[in-house]
Antibody, heavy 124, light 109 residues
Framework: QLQLQESGPGLVKPSETLSLTCTVS??????????WGWIRQPPGKGLEWIGS???????YYNPSLKARVTIFVDTSKNQFSLKLRSVTAADTAVYYC?????????????????WGKGTTVTVS | EIVLTQSPGTLSLSPGERATLSCRAS???????LAWYQQKPGQAPRLLIY???IRATGIPDRFSGSGSGTDFSLTINRLEPEDFALYYC??????????FGPGTKVDIK
């Protein structure tokens, strides 16, 4: 059974870099069918997609965060990671990692079918 | 950029009733590119529906999705106690861009 687990510091100082890792178990991250992504949820607010990466390293980022975000994959460790630079209090959130599966109808489309439990990051 | 609007913000119903949640896109979208998620307090979101109307694995058939163009809906027939939660719609767009709606809370009347 596929499981995703986020890890990283729960507290980050303003202007520093937030770094999180998602460890995938139960399947290989190298499967070509999937993308692997990060989503966040500020306290009491909705969901915001941060970005996604394929096993081969193709990345896509939310335009609103693109300038500060890097997502990379380590297939040898079956992990993918997030770095968010120059954080402020507005980056305080629960951060989730998730797998994006795809289906096809006239074109491929993706949806997030497996999620990690989330990790709380506070910027202070 | 597609903007998703969900209504109502909160839906107060009793167990056994039917819930109809709306998701409106700011412009026409491909029906298949619309998904729905359920989130309970302190938990990660769970995929309910993808491709606008396809139930994800293990999702009970009281959940159904429909819609096209700009108007989509999630219907929950015969609400069970465990269905009271937050529900988000999500669009998959060009350049692999995911956009979420603001959510609808279904709570117990």
């Amino acid at each position: 059974q596929l499981q995703l687990q986020e890890s990283g510091p729960g507290l980050v100082k303003p202007s520093e870099t937030l770094s999180l890792t998602c460890t995938v178990s139960g399947d290989s991250i190298s499967s070509s069918s999937y993308y692997w992504g990060w989503i966040r949820q500020p306290p009491g607010k909705g969901l915001e997609w941060i970005g996604s990466i394929s096993y081969s390293g193709s990345t896509y980022y939310n335009p609103s965060l693109k300038a500060r975000v890097t997502i990379f994959v380590d297939t040898s460790k079956n992990q993918f990671s997030l770095k968010l630079r120059s954080v402020t209090a507005a980056d305080t959130a629960v951060y989730y990692c998730a797998r994006s599966d795809s289906s096809w109808h006239l074109d491929y489309y993706y949806y997030m079918d497996v999620w990690g439990k989330g990790t709380t990051v506070t910027v202070s | 950029e597609i903007v998703l609007t969900q209504s109502p913000g909160t839906l107060s119903l009793s167990p056994g009733e039917r819930a109809t949640l709306s998701c409106r896109a700011s412009q026409n979208i491909r029906s298949n590119f619309l998904a729905w998620y359920q989130q309970k307090p302190g938990q990660a979101p769970r995929l309910l529906i993808y491709g606008a109307s396809i139930r994800a694995t293990g999702i009970p058939d009281r959940f159904s999705g429909s819609g096209s163009g700009t108007d989509f809906s999630l219907t929950i027939n015969r609400l069970e106690p465990e269905d009271f939660a937050l529900y988000y719609c999500q669009h998959y767009g060009t350049s692999h861009l995911f956009t979420f709606g603001p959510g609808t809370k279904v709570d117990i009347k």
